[in-house]
């Protein structure tokens, strides 16, 4: 144990609704798998944490969860995996576990270990050792040693962090749930205090070293933020441009935490619908962010700048491969020759060409439902609350509108999407008589066919690599979506290849597996 890594972290529990509270942070950051013990002595508050970890974890703030002091094991299934709670108190030799049935947990549950010493050696290296201790002379009173040893010394170091940015915030008291995030490495949680809410955005640094082409990675050449100051960049820039962003209550650059306005629970798409009202007022933000003249360096602290990155072949070629790196794979797709990849670079290369060296403005990147929140009760643009910018990018307006009139989230039918586009189109020629109707339109479907491949792309890798299965309902829309642009007359040559070696694919495996 001596040459593994280890890192600790104290917090002083003042109170059992303390403890709980600490247990209940604790949860979301716990996998399958995993092993934590729990020491201390009698009292000291180790059952009534693994009470609330348990309650958390199973999402039944009633579930009835008692000592296993006499049972000494006991499993409980939970929507997210097994927990095996054991209380190894009255065993008197780590040989004795075995007849306790230890090795038959089932596979993947995370186990709770109280007095963890009667255990001897046999526990794993790699755990999470809590220690609690009676502090002060308040009977309820403890303080926890968190001890991560092993990989567990990096994620605690994270947890401690975010834990020492909540107090120094003083919102170390509040309330914490998830909030669903997107397909980042980012998370999000709403912090309840009394009446007071904020979001709190848990957003480390990008740890993926493995260079792909040119010695970059596949985030450095996608323009991927990297850290947290994009966002800070663009949520301030935006902001002194009269749109709605999240007011930065707290900001902790170096470890990626911010404290944020919560803008509450109403997007532009409900139960899994848009509502057209909500997203004219986008369509609008679009348009008035379109017409106006924008730096690409924006400050983010004193002596700190954020350089605007630009959409430029390495990035619009890294993204469409993905189709070619996932989703053929995924649909049984015959691995394609050299030739024919470079065929598919040549032929959006030749597509995007005039695209990229035309109309340029600050592109948001994923301006769809799940990043635009609604705000009734303000006016005009303003009611539309962005988030999800630090990615953002100069390139060609029409991509976040074919993100808005092409949502991957939520179905847009093609009235709805010719009304979206002939309401930007109006409010565009009343402020510019410069602007281009055609121009635009060729470009739309050209970035609309550009997302809706990296998306195909990417969705099936959120599944194949990330395991996350979810993005694989979208598929079928965003892949109508590709259709739709693709019918363009400017894109013919692409659809030509894509019939080839990805529709006629999709359509033997359709037919394959109809009985």
Known sequence: ?????????????????????????????????????????????????????????????????????????????????????ADLYRIGHASELEELGWDEAPDGALVLVEWPEKAGETL???????????????????????????????????????????????WQDAAREHVQGDASTRSYARLRRGQATAILMNSPARTDRTPVRYGKTYSQIAHISQDVKPFVAMAKGLAERGFSTPQIVKEDLLHGLLLLEDFGTAFV??????????????????????????????????AISHKIPTFDHGALDIEVELLIEWYMPMIGAPQLSQRNRDHFTALWRAALAPVVKGEQSWLLRDFHSPNLMWLPQREGIKRIGLLDFQDAMIGPPAYDVASLCLDARVTIDQALELQLLTRYVKARRSADV????AGFARAYAVMGAQRNTKLLGLFARLDKRDGKPAYLAHLPRIRSYLDRALAHPTLADLREWFETFVFSVEAKMAQESTP
């Not at 996998?31 to 934590?36: A, C």
């Open 269 to 302: 798409a409900e139960a899994g619908a848009p509502l057209p009202e909500r997203y004219g007022v986008a369509i609008d933000l679009l348009a008035r962010l379109h017409g106006l003249e924008l730096p690409d360096m924006l400050p983010v602290a004193s």
């Open 1 to 85: 144990m001596t040459d593994l890594l280890t890192h600790q972290w104290t917090v002083d529990l003042p109170s059992e609704a303390a403890t709980e509270l600490l247990a209940r942070d604790l949860a979301p950051t716990l996998r399958p798998g995993d092993l934590v013990t729990l020491s201390g002595d009698l009292g000291a508050g180790k059952t009534a944490f693994a009470r609330a970890l348990i309650r958390e974890i199973a999402e039944d703030p009633e579930l009835e969860v008692s000592s296993p002091t006499f049972t000494l094991i006991q499993l409980y299934d939970t929507p997210s995996f097994p927990v095996v709670h």
């Open 434 to 437: 410069g602007f281009d109707p």
């Open 124 to 170: 794993p290296a790699d755990r999470l050792d809590i220690r609690f201790v009676h502090a002060g002379r308040n009977e309820t009173a403890r303080r926890a040693t968190l001890t991560g040893i092993g990989e567990w010394s990096r994620r605690l170091r994270r947890i401690s962090q975010t834990g020492d940015f909540l107090r120094n915030a003083g």
